[in-house]
């Protein structure tokens, strides 16, 4: 076996190659999971019932729909042979006896035809008995309504180094959720075969976990049940956890009634059933020496949570390990905590907790940077970590010289000082519009923070004429994970793309698998892809050496040859050495098996090293802000990011540039509003569509944007030198974000702190702005003195516009 690492000569992997379903998805072939179902003959379609009340106990009468024709079964919770629970928890029952937001699944319709399911799904009546609700993260901690358990991170004495700091900062930041809209809704299969076995085809980031529930709820064991992941159109974490009791229904109803079942979702079923990104609700006190150098941060996290806890404690847990970002934090004490609000249970979303942990920290030194004097790229590069330092958390940040060598190099290639020195002199003369150009840097942590989570399988055949199939754990949605894959098991057999086929991820065919998720799929998939290759490798360089009359050690595989050192008049194909394996029985398949070394949590203590390296990365990003409006434009973005040796460097730009445009959406476009009023539609998701819930489109793409992945920045111990690059890349959007705070600070008077809301609308941006006009040149950010800081804790209170004033420590 070869060092995980390294690369023989001539690799496929580090090729820029086209997506395995590029040509299929824009010729509109492409196969997803509802498709399926339009070709299975019998199917039945599932429609929901859904609650129109944020909180009550409610009394469901179903018989109603049995009048409506074409309805064939109404699904209750009396049809459930298991349990009647879709979650890891045991807190989400599938067919509720309360109600616990508006848009909750009370019972399901199973008709003939979606427009009978629907129909009859209309005619079941429902009595609710009004309980309280919280509908805002506020409601629930004026309430004390939590769920899950609470953690902290510590390190030093924050306390202390406050009282002593030269400058104590405190304020609130609050952000909200984001919608996943992926292209591909929620979508499930179900078929049971002659034999009682069920195949569930599922549109799901994790199969064996939508196996588990499956079989749990129909009170079988998981290996009478195969769930199938063909391919998504899109998941971005949304598809991780809640998939798994839309797949328990439509087995449910393949039971009953004995013939296949399809549920896919509607647009606006999908938006107001399934999670979304944890909004936060952050309190904070920053202490900086008088150089600008942080001393301490206290921090108080609140994730908005939901109606139950889903992965809201994981993503609480990344939130905390990434409040730090890149920068060093010598005394840190960050509690988090969950609420519990009568709202779509939140969930996983790219970067999982860390860009609302980041947000934490790049807010802070946007905020504060005018009140300091200092430049805030100045600000930002002065607190970058130093090499032979450690996270709050305890883990070392390995190759932390990176962040400035990728800082120097974006800075130096985007010529940022003087396109500053322009638009400077473009400001000056121009009052109603202002431009700004921002830097942020970003480090991310790769790996789950559940250690059992970091392992994968993978099956390869090599069949007599050559040909290979590869099986792996690791679910496509689009991503590029499969191109990946065909990569690595190209170049660890050493043949040509084309000779490599895969096949559709299945849960009888890699079995336990971990969830497509927290950026590793390649890392752990590729590295059960390439030692099941390698298992193959090594057995038919035996037969080869045979044949060549050399060493099996001096075998060489490349470009769909095989070779030996000190034969060169002679070459084998690779279908000749697999023909003549199997003729002298020699295994021709094998199963890969990959874990990731190294890694050590104490989940309870927020100490040890839960990540097996971090993924770096900078970007600049300029803006032009329209003061009358508030309306502004992208102007240009640059990006530096390390993704490794790259296996796919087309592939990993094009995530870089999704990732950061989502994050864009997500900081400055996405807003989630929920009905706050006490009115009959408490708690109904106000932005239900794409026609109220703003996306990213044409017209908000950066006029110029460059990206370019870091050189020379192999990963040891990561396959073929590689590192994740899915999530990461979000978090250089708060370049955008602050990009826009310095922009509308040009209308303001020198040093003046602009509190930017979130996400920073047009409208957000244009009251940030008539704040900024008519301010006088004081603080806007609570500033106290080392002596009040010693004694005393900040203490919001809410005006009567609903907004937290921050009152100074000590006042």
């Known amino acids: 076996m070869s060092a995980l690492a390294d690369r023989p000569a001539n690799p496929v992997v580090g090729l820029r190659a086209a997506h395995e379903s590029a040509a299929l998805h824009v010729t509109g072939a492409a196969m997803y999971t509802d498709d399926l179902a339009a070709h299975t003959a019998g199917v039945l379609t599932a429609w929901p019932v859904q609650s129109t009340n944020a909180h009550a106990n409610v009394t469901i009468d179903v018989a109603p729909a049995y009048d409506v024709p074409g309805v064939v079964r109404v699904l209750t919770a009396e049809d459930v042979p298991g349990i009647n629970d879709a979650g890891i928890k045991h807190d989400e029952p599938l067919f509720p006896t309360e109600s616990m937001f508006n848009g909750h699944a009370l019972v399901w319709v199973l008709g003939e035809t979606q427009e009978a399911a629907r129909?009859?799904?209309?005619?079941?009546?429902?009595?609710?008995?009004?309980?309280?609700?919280?509908?805002?993260?506020?409601d629930a901690i004026a309430a004390e309504s939590y769920q899950g358990i609470a953690r902290t991170v510590s390190r030093g004495d924050a306390p202390g180094a406050m009282a002593g700091a030269a400058h104590v900062y405190e304020g609130v930041t609050e952000f909200g959720g984001q919608e996943h809209f992926y292209l591909e809704t929620h979508a499930s299969l179900a078929l049971r075969d002659s034999e009682g076995q069920y195949f569930v085809q599922c549109s799901t980031q994790h199969p064996s976990e939508t196996q588990e529930i499956v079989a749990h709820v129909l009170g079988i064991s998981s290996s009478e049940v195969t769930v199938q992941s063909l391919r998504m159109g899109g998941a971005f974490g949304g598809k991780e956890m809640q998939p798994h009791g839309f797949a328990a229904i439509a087995a449910l109803g393949a039971k009953l009634t004995g013939r296949p079942v399809r549920l896919r979702l509607n647009r606006t079923q999908d938006i107001t059933m399934t999670g979304k990104r944890h909004p936060f609700h952050i309190t904070w006190r920053a202490g900086f020496d008088a150089d600008g150098f942080i001393q301490a941060l206290e921090a108080t996290l609140t994730a908005d949570g939901g109606w139950s806890i889903d992965l809201s404690e994981p993503v609480l847990g990344r939130a905390l390990c990434h409040l730090d970002n890149a920068y060093w934090i010598p005394n840190v004490l960050a509690h988090g905590r969950i609420a519990k609000t009568n709202k779509t249970s939140q969930t996983a979303f790219r970067g999982f907790g860390g860009p609302q942990g980041v947000f934490l920290i790049e807010d802070i030194l946007g905020r504060v940077a005018p009140?300091?004097?200092?430049?805030?790229?100045?600000?930002?590069?002065?607190?970058?970590?130093?090499?032979?330092?450690?996270?709050?958390?305890?883990?070392?940040?390995?190759?932390?010289?990176?962040?400035?060598?990728?800082?120097?190099?974006?800075?130096?290639?985007?010529?940022?000082?003087?396109?500053?020195?322009?638009?400077?002199?473009?400001?000056?003369?121009?009052?109603?519009?202002?431009?700004?150009?921002?830097?942020?840097?970003?480090?991310?942590?790769?790996?789950?923070?559940?250690?059992?989570?970091?392992?994968?399988?993978?099956?390869?055949?090599v069949y007599k004429d050559g040909s290979v199939l590869i099986n792996h754990g690791g679910t496509e949605m689009g991503q590029g994970l499969h191109t990946k894959m065909l990569q690595v098991a190209a170049t660890a057999l050493g043949l040509e793309l084309h000779q490599v086929r895969l096949a559709p991820t299945r849960t009888d065919k890699v079995p336990n698998t971990s969830a497509t998720a927290a950026s590793s799929g390649a890392d752990l998939n590729g590295g059960a892809v390439k030692n099941a290759c390698e298992q193959i490798r090594e057995r038919m360089a035996k037969v080869a050496g045979r044949r060549l009359n050399v060493d099996e050690r001096d075998v060489r595989?490349?470009?769909?040859?095989?070779?030996?050192?000190?034969?060169?008049?002679?070459?084998?194909?690779?279908?000749?050495?697999?023909?003549?394996?199997?003729?002298?029985?020699?295994?021709?398949?094998?199963?890969?098996?990959?874990?990731?070394?190294?890694?050590?949590?104490?989940?309870?203590?927020?100490?040890g090293s839960p990540f097996k390296y971090f993924a770096y990365g900078a970007a600049a990003t300029e803006v032009e802000v329209d003061g009358f409006t508030g309306a502004y434009r992208i102007r240009r973005v640059d990006i530096v990011h390390d993704v490794g040796d790259s296996l796919s460097p087309m592939l990993d730009i094009g995530q870089i540039e999704g990732a950061y445009v989502q994050g864009v959406g997500w900081l400055t476009l996405e807003e989630l509003r929920w009905d706050e009023t006490d009115g009959p539609n408490r708690g109904r998701l106000l932005t239900q569509s794409a026609s109220t819930y703003k996306l990213p489109s044409f017209s908000e793409m950066p006029e110029e944007f460059n990206v370019r992945l870091f050189e020379d920045a192999r990963e040891d111990g990561a396959v073929y030198g590689s590192k994740a690059v899915g999530e990461p890349p979000f978090m250089l959007a708060f370049s955008a974000r602050e990009a826009l705070r310095e922009a509308v600070a040009e209308f303001g008077p020198a040093g003046h702190s602009v509190d930017l809301g979130s996400p920073a609308t047009p409208e957000a941006v244009f009251w940030a702005v008539e704040a900024a006009r008519g301010a006088s040149g004081e603080a806007s950010v609570g500033e106290t003195t080392a002596a009040g800081a010693a004694d005393a804790e900040a203490t919001a209170v809410e005006d009567a516009a609903g907004a937290d004033v921050l009152v100074p420590a000590g006042s």
């Open 119 to 138: 129909l009859g799904a209309a005619a079941v009546r429902v009595d609710y008995e009004p309980l309280p609700s919280y509908i805002s993260v506020r």
């Open 371 to 461: 009140q300091l004097g200092i430049d805030p790229i100045e600000l930002r590069r002065r607190n970058f970590y130093r090499p032979g330092q450690s996270t709050p958390y305890g883990q070392l940040v390995k190759d932390a010289d990176r962040i400035s060598t990728i800082w120097g190099q974006l800075e130096s290639e985007s010529d940022v000082a003087a396109r500053r020195a322009e638009i400077e002199a473009f400001n000056a003369q121009s009052p109603d519009v202002k431009r700004a150009l921002a830097m942020t840097p970003v480090k991310f942590g790769i790996s789950f923070n559940f250690a059992a989570f970091n392992q994968a399988g993978a099956l390869v055949h």
């Open 557 to 607: 595989f490349e470009g769909g040859f095989v070779t030996g050192l000190g034969n060169r008049e002679q070459r084998l194909t690779f279908a000749e050495v697999a023909n003549a394996a199997y003729l002298q029985r020699v295994q021709l398949w094998a199963a890969g098996y990959y874990r990731t070394e190294g890694l050590h949590w104490n989940p309870d203590l927020m100490q």
